[in-house]
Nanobody, 126 residues
């Protein structure tokens, strides 16, 4: 069974950091593009970051550029999202998603992705 499991969410003060993990079971992430999305209450799901399967190239939404870093650990079959300088507006449920083929114009479009995790809550508040 193909499964993605996110972890690492929690409550953090503004300016703090968290590292989210996306672990795969049942398949190897090496051959999949991975993206992180987030969804705040009452808002649409928003693409945050992407890492390719081929050359490891990355992409970030403007809202997180310079603060978030996506990376892969091939040995652990896991993708990470390091989040620094967190702001209250980063509060959301964060999801990782995987897809085999991702058109360049749709790398942060939710419908591009076939496999999703259950999400992990990130709350940024003092």
């Amino acid at each position: 069974q193909l499964q993605l499991v996110e972890s690492g969410g929690g409550l953090v003060q503004p300016g703090g950091s968290l590292r989210l993990s996306c672990a795969a079971s049942g398949f190897t992430l090496d051959y999949y593009a991975i993206a992180w999305f987030r969804q705040a209450p009452g808002k649409e799901r928003e693409g945050v970051s992407y890492i390719s399967s081929s050359d490891g190239s990355t992409f970030y939404a403007d809202s997180v550029k310079g603060r978030f870093t996506i990376s892969r650990d091939y040995a652990k079959n896991t993708v990470y999202l390091q989040m620094n300088s967190l702001k209250p507006e980063d509060t959301a449920v964060y999801y990782c998603a995987a897809a085999g083929i991702v058109p360049i114009q749709a790398i942060l479009t939710p419908s591009t992705y076939n496999y999703w995790g259950q999400g992990t809550q990130v709350t940024v508040s003092s």
